[in-house]
């Protein structure tokens, strides 16, 4: 029977909770033990920004995630954007946001739900017809950390990528990324051998609450004032506030440097 070394349990122990009273949390801790966190039943994705304008520490390290074909961050030594938007459902937002990137030129990879393919097939066109990747957040949006089977995981990406070709009469773009950022190893690993590239991200905030908008002077605060090279940032589609300052926020992020680039040049 293997020993307990209850003086590395206890020094882990105190370590948690320095980092985090610190105001490190959790990303802090992984950094120097993040394997054990990786084969955790469940884990939530998580940041922790230290200093404005640079690249976050996550969960886990790039190089780390680059294991299981997983990312969250692009070149930090490049002042690039890649834009990512997660859309369970149309609220009538989408058009204006489409609108704006189209204005720019900007690329960007909507992660798509079942019940937004079959409601808002027309949308879902649109993406495509504009060069934007469509890809796969599931069919039904579960806690994917709670499917253990190869089975019951191919069938939430399976779902969504028949009900996408039945629209499109295309193939899927293979990105996956875990709904609600709910993850274990063994998703990463299931998702892998189906041919798909696992994407978290590196600067998000809270636009989904539809009766809790954030204010424009919000939203800016926090998307000017985390935005880093190599950036993937998640927003979502749902959003009013992000459809009404997608426009102008683009150009805030170009005068500051950034250009846009795709997740095909980072996992690629």
Known sequence: ?????????????????????LG??????????????????ESNWGLGFSTEGQPP?????????????????????????????DAGYENGYTPAILDALKKHNV?????????????????????VEEGHNVANHTYNHPN????????????????????????TNQELTKYYRPPQGKYSENNMKMAKELGYKTIFWSLAYVDWYNDKQPTHEEAYKKLLGRIHPGAIVLLHSTS???????????MKWK?????FGTLDDIVQ
Do not use: C, H, Q, W
């Open 57 to 85: 520490t996550g969960n886990a390290t790039a190089e780390k995630l680059k294991e299981y074909d997983a990312y969250y961050i692009g070149d930090v030594n490049k002042k690039v954007i890649y834009l990512t938007f």
């Open 144 to 167: 994917m950390s709670k499917i253990s089977t190869m089975e019951s995981f191919r069938k939430e990406i399976e779902d969504l990528e028949n009900a996408y070709k039945g629209i």
């Open 240 to 250: 009013k506030t992000n459809s009404e300052i997608l426009d102008e926020l683009i």
């Open 24 to 41: 490190g949390g959790i990303s802090i801790l992984v950094n120097a033990y993040g394997k054990d966190f990786l084969k955790s039943s």
């Open 107 to 127: 690329k960007a990879t909507f992660f798509l739900v079942g019940n937004y393919v079959t409601s808002s097939p027309d949308l879902v066109k649109r993406m």
């Open 255 to 259: 005068d500051m440097g950034y250009t």
């Open 1 to 21: 029977m293997k020993k307990i070394n209850y003086k590395k349990i206890a020094f882990y122990t105190l370590l948690f909770t320095v980092m985090y009273f």
